[in-house]
């Protein structure tokens, strides 16, 4: 696994004041070198202290070592993988049809990954994880897209994390096999506007 985390001095402090600066702040990205069945982002120091932002967006990259056509990825928040506190709703295409649907499941579902099948055939999304630090419930809104062998899927997805608490923990998990090497995953904070126009 090769990770790197930013723990720098923000780059939007200077002299003791906040600046404007870029909305979106690099805080890890890890790329796997060999297969990983979960992968950690944890809230540390600096830029990589997580409750100075007012969301996060998460992108990935991935693909599953399973042979069936496709595996699932999630996320869980502060390792709650309770099944009662992820309530979604979902809507995905895959060329000839579309279905929606509302269910309840043991985290952020992500993505459908791409298959061993399918060499170099993987699946992207972006979520974004708005009010971390909020006092309320915590709400993500994902878009997703992945193909194994011309099999594949587009969907968005809108989940509550129902806690109160402030994210500090995330960590992504590949739903019956593993998260394959190649895999990248790129966390970034967005910031409050810290200046009037």
Not at 69 to 78: E, Q, R
Not at 179 to 191: E, H, I, P, T
């Amino acid at each position: 696994m090769a990770e790197t985390i930013n723990t720098d001095a923000p780059a939007y402090i200077v002299d003791g004041v906040l600046t404007d600066g870029e909305a979106w702040v690099p805080l890890i990205t890890n790329v796997l070198t060999s297969d990983a069945a979960v992968v950690t982002f944890q809230s540390s120091t600096g830029a990589n202290d997580w409750s100075q932002y007012l969301d996060l967006v998460l992108v990935t990259y991935s693909r599953a070592s399973v042979s069936a056509t496709w595996d699932g990825m999630k996320l869980h928040f502060n390792n709650d993988s309770t099944a009662a506190n992820y309530p979604a709703e979902r809507l995905d295409g895959d060329g000839s049809s579309v279905t929606a649907a509302a269910y309840t499941t043991t985290g952020v579902w992500i993505t459908s990954m791409g298959n061993t099948a399918g060499a170099n055939e993987f699946a992207v999304s972006v979520q974004q994880i708005f009010d971390i630090n909020s006092g309320k419930y915590k709400s993500v809104i994902g878009s997703e897209a992945q193909d194994s062998n011309g099999d594949g899927t587009v969907g968005l997805r809108g989940t509550t994390w129902k806690s109160q608490a402030p994210i500090s923990e995330i960590d992504i998990n590949a739903g019956t096999g593993d998260l394959m090497a190649g895999s990248r995953f790129d966390l970034f904070g967005v910031l409050p506007r810290m200046v009037t126009a």
